[in-house]
T-cell receptor, first 113, second 115 residues
Framework: GESVGLHLPTLSVQEGDNSIINCAYS??????FIWYKQESGKGPQFIID?????DKRQGQRVTVLLNKTVKHLSLQIAATQPGDSAVYFC????????????FGKGNQVVVIP | DAEITQSPRHKITETGRQVTLACHQT?????MFWYRQDLGHGLRLIHY???????NKGEVSDGYSVSRSNTEDLPLTLESAASSQTSVYFC??????????????FGPGTRLTVL
C-alpha cells in the first residue's frame, strides 16, 4: 500500500503507555504547525494543529506542545493503542510560504500489545 | 461527506509513456497540491494551484505538469515517464482565508511504477 517505508526513526511503545514524538523545525518565521498520522496504505491524516500564539493545544488523547525558542514541536499521545501504530510527521507553514507546508520526514510509532 | 479522491490507486507504466493521475475534491477548496513521497525524502511538493487557471511549480516539478480548469480537479501529468518517477503520489487540498492558512487534507494516494 501507500506508505513511507521502513527506514525512519522508530518509537516502540507498550500499549497503554504515553508516547512522545518530537519534531525540530527550521524556519523561525513559521507560525502554523500541523501533526499528521499516516497509516500503512493510506494518505496522511490530520491529527491536530497549533498556531504560534499558543504553547499547548489538546485534542482527544493528543497534546501538541510548541517551544518557539528552540524551534521544537512535540506530539503526546495518551494511553497509546494498537491503532496508533503509524508514521507521524509534523508540518510547518510561514506567512511567506503562500499556504504551502514544509514536512518533516516522520517517525514510526510501533505499539506493542 | 466532502472528500478528496485519487485515481487510479495503482498504476504500472513503461518508460516514455504519458501518464495522468487524477485528483478530485468535493470541499470546494481553492488550494490544491501534488506531492510525491519516497523513502528518505518525505513529502515533496511537485505542483500546486490556488484556484482555477492558476498553477505553480514546486520543488520537484521537472517532468510533471498540471492544469486547473475547475475548482474540483487538479490532474497531474507525467509527460514522458521515467523510472525515477516511480513513487507514491498524494494530492491535497486546503481552504484559503485572508490572513491565515488552513490545514491540508490528503487523498489516499496513487502508487506509480515506471518500468
Amino acid at each position: 500500500g501507500e506508505s513511507v517505508g521502513l527506514h525512519l526513526p522508530t518509537l516502540s511503545v507498550q500499549e497503554g503507555d504515553n508516547s512522545i514524538i518530537n519534531c525540530a523545525y527550521s524556519n523561525s518565521a513559521s507560525d502554523y504547525f500541523i501533526w499528521y498520522k499516516q497509516e500503512s496504505g493510506k494518505g496522511p491524516q490530520f491529527i491536530i494543529d497549533i498556531r504560534s500564539n499558543m504553547d499547548k493545544r489538546q485534542g482527544q488523547r493528543v497534546t501538541v506542545l510548541l517551544n518557539k525558542t528552540v524551534k521544537h514541536l512535540s506530539l503526546q499521545i495518551a494511553a497509546t493503542q494498537p491503532g496508533d501504530s503509524a508514521v507521524y510527521f509534523c508540518a510547518e507553514s510561514s506567512p511567506y510560504g503562500n499556504n504551502r507546508l514544509a514536512f518533516g520526514k516522520g517517525n514510526q510509532v510501533v505499539v506493542i500489545p | 461527506d466532502a472528500e478528496i479522491t485519487q485515481s487510479p490507486r495503482h498504476k504500472i507504466t513503461e518508460t516514455g509513456r504519458q501518464v495522468t493521475l487524477a485528483c478530485h475534491q468535493t470541499w470546494n477548496h481553492n488550494n490544491m497540491f501534488w506531492y510525491r513521497q519516497d523513502l528518505g525524502h518525505g513529502l515533496r511538493l511537485i505542483h500546486y494551484s490556488y484556484g482555477v487557471q492558476d498553477t505553480n511549480k514546486g520543488e520537484v516539478s521537472d517532468g510533471y505538469s498540471v492544469s486547473r480548469s475547475n475548482t474540483e480537479d487538479l490532474p497531474l501529468t507525467l509527460e514522458s515517464a521515467a523510472s525515477s518517477q516511480t513513487s507514491v503520489y498524494f494530492c491535497a487540498s486546503s481552504e484559503s482565508y485572508p490572513g491565515r492558512r488552513d490545514t491540508q487534507y490528503f487523498g489516499p494516494g496513487t502508487r506509480l511504477t515506471v518500468l
